[in-house]
């Protein structure tokens, strides 16, 4: 059991961004392969839109359409981020981001399992608004170099991010032996990523009150 839940750790510590340098070792992008690179290599921005990825990687097993409910998730936030690169942004994006992963957190704490268009449909909603809150600090900056580099850009980022939930339901499956929803090592997982969701709702409500009487 111990083993068990250090490599739940390790699973989530793994999705925590490191902030690696510019591909482009900080040259001028003009290209569409110069944007493709620095998707690839930028790190996301925010554990809370890491911890997402993984938890829908992982509630995507069990749906028994593991590669595709990500793409779900993938597509839509690229609209959400495309959209919001030119100025047409999601309202409360940070408040549905906070309970993006207290909802598919609780989900995977609880053992039960969602049908493909259930899963589809919830990972595509939240990844609406992911992809604006991506779209308020990085896209924005793509696009003022060029459509071709944000197009390449934002590829780079889907490829990343899809290749981060496959990544996940992968070793949820070598490391921990799980096959069902109701596995401990699944659940604990889920707790971690609902009780940041928990925080990260309490953190913005507590925004929004604090903002009501400023």
């Keep these: 059991m111990k083993k068990s839940i250090l490599a739940i750790i390790g699973v989530l510590a793994s999705a925590t961004p490191a902030f690696a340098h510019h591909p482009l070792g900080g ?8 944007g493709l690179l620095s998707g690839i290599g930028h790190p996301l921005l925010g554990f809370d839109h890491l911890f997402f990825v993984v938890a829908v990687g992982i509630a995507a097993l069990f749906t028994g359409y593991a590669r595709l409910a990500p793409a779900a998730y993938i597509g839509a936030m690229l609209v959400g981020c495309l959209l919001m690169s030119f100025g047409i942004g999601l309202p409360f ?22 049908g493909i268009m259930p899963a589809v449909a919830l990972f595509a909603i939240f990844g609406l608004f992911h992809g604006s809150a991506f779209g308020d600090v990085i896209a924005a900056q793509e696009a003022s170099v060029g459509a071709p580099v944000l197009f390449g850009y934002l590829i780079g980022l889907g ?9 996940s339901g992968y070793l949820i499956v070598k490391t921990w032996k799980t096959t069902t929803a109701q596995a401990v090592e699944a659940r604990i997982a889920g707790a971690a990523v609902a009780g ?19």
């Design 93 to 114: 994006k940070e408040i549905i981001v906070g309970l993006s992963l207290l909802v598919v957190g609780y989900i995977i704490l609880s053992g039960r399992t969602l």
């Design 27 to 34: 040259q001028p992008m003009e290209t569409f392969s110069h």
């Design 159 to 167: 490829c990343l991010q899809y290749g981060i939930a496959l990544a």
């Design 196 to 214: 940041m969701g928990v925080f990260l709702t309490l953190e913005n409500l507590e925004g929004i009150v604090l903002g009501a009487f400023v």
